[in-house]
């Protein structure tokens, strides 16, 4: 991959806090920065006591004594040898070999913004993610199964989205997925050094010392407006990164700023759905009559009753909306045509049989959008299937 200027923590802000795909709660929690011996700050975020909260505290186990004590050939990961990293793009491969799959990931990022923190998990069964904002208070909540995700947003109306298949919520988390690379590729733009060895969790691990940036040979780089990086990683020898803490002086503010991973559960984290991910229908989207007509396919699950309202679309590339005059049922299709102009449609829907095509319908052949249902508590979203192998952080939805 060629250079990429990588604005880390800003943009970790500026994503996760202001995008409206993961919304504004109310909560607000608290976090403060305490220095530990005049060099370490450990980085301490509360979460929110809201019933479908996850714990984002993080809690560092800290770099240790160090030294250079003497550390045996086997304790040295992919990509390190006894004079530092010397191919951070295996390390980093290899935790996310290791894991990426199974594993709980907590992050805590500080800026001029503001205090932001972040815990993922990610078991066999699904995976969950929340961040907290904890300046501005804004906060997102999500559930994912395979082509499944679920959001939860008590500050709108309805406060839950459901989605299957490639929609925006789909596309909103894939992109949400890159976050969880970020921090550990930012290995790639600094100078660590092997310094001896410590303990995470009863675990002998590597310690490497942060000794600043080395853009000149990094393909992604931390912005330049910092400068002067310390800190340290704890690797196992197979690996996984169990912690990253690196702090950095931002040259225009005068401010540090930094930014603390933990990763815990490797191989034995699990995850279970919460209650408001409940189970929802299931629906896929595709098209008929050469692409003139959508067929939205009921394929399990409660009914979707009558009167429902009915979206083509969404945002800027909306279609428009219609009304669901009888029920939707498991299998069952509902075929919907959208005739005018862009921005003048007439959206019309039937369950059970193909309509006549008008002269000037709409073709959805170059792009097929989402088609959302409003209920009371859920709008439920549907979208073309993913293709297989997409997966968190592979690619981006094809719903509008």
Known sequence: MKRILLTVTVAVMLVLAGCNGGGQGTASPTGNETATDGAQAETELSSPDVPDSLDIGISPAGPGSGGMDTVSSDMYPPGVDSS???????????????????????????SSG?????????????????????????SGTWWRSGSTVVRRNTSQSP????????????????????????????????SLSVDGTTTVDGQQVLRLAVNGFNRSSSDWNVRSGLQNASGYALVTPEGVIRELHWEATNVNTSQTESMTVTVSGVGSTSVTRPDWAGEYPDATVSTTSEGQVLALTHEGGDAIPADTRIQVGSGFSAYGNVTLAESLESGETLYIVASGRFGDYDVTASVGSQP??????????????SVSAFLDDVQLQYGPEVEAGGGTGTGFGAGA
């Open 84 to 110: 530092g990293v010397t191919n951070a793009t295996a390390l980093v491969t290899s935790h996310f070999e290791a894991a990426g799959s199974n594993a709980e990931t907590r992050m805590a990022f500080k």
């Open 114 to 138: 503001g205090t932001l923190g972040l815990v993922h998990r990610n078991g066999s069964s699904g995976e969950r993610l929340r961040y907290v904002n904890a300046t501005t208070g804004r």
């Open 159 to 190: 406060p839950v989205t459901y989605s299957h298949g490639e929609t925006n919520l789909y596309t909103g988390y894939q992109f949400l997925g890159l976050f969880r690379v970020i921090p550990f590729v930012t290995l790639d733009s600094m």
């Open 356 to 369: 006549d095509v008008p002269e000037n319908a709409a073709s959805f052949s170059r792009r097929v959008p």
